[in-house]
């Protein structure tokens, strides 16, 4: 299984990016259900989760300013940033229920 994210990029303060990631190869139990980010020297954090049920959770500093989405078979996710400020500058990544993280897509935003 492969996770494969998309949608990074240099945004300035106050713009937009929709992340995607897209798992590919035995998907056939494979749930992508959460975003997790990765600043440096700091530690990797969730941002936001999707359960199976479709409920989501937020990272306090996500809550009103990022949304989490994924498709019925549970093999790509999104997340819309908005409002979008310098410390959010990072390394996204995605991650699966089983396990599997993506690579990255690196998330710079200028002031």
């Known amino acids: 299984v492969q996770l494969v994210e998309s949608g990074g990029g240099l945004v300035q303060t106050g713009g937009s990016l929709r992340l995607s990631c897209t798992a590919s190869?035995?998907?056939?139990?494979?749930?992508?259900n959460g975003w997790f980010r990765q600043a440096p020297g700091k530690e990797r954090e969730l941002v936001a989760a999707?359960?199976?049920?479709?409920?989501?959770y937020y990272a306090e500093f996500a809550k009103d300013r990022f949304t989490i989405s994924r498709d019925n078979a549970k093999t790509r996710l999104s997340l819309q940033m908005n409002s979008l400020k310098p410390e959010d500058t990072a390394i996204y990544y995605c991650?699966?229920?089983?396990?599997?993280w993506g690579q990255g897509t690196q998330v710079t935003v200028s002031s």
């Open positions: 190869g035995s998907v056939s139990r494979v749930n992508v």
């Open positions: 991650a699966s229920e089983e396990g599997y």
């Open positions: 999707i359960g199976r049920g479709g409920s989501t």
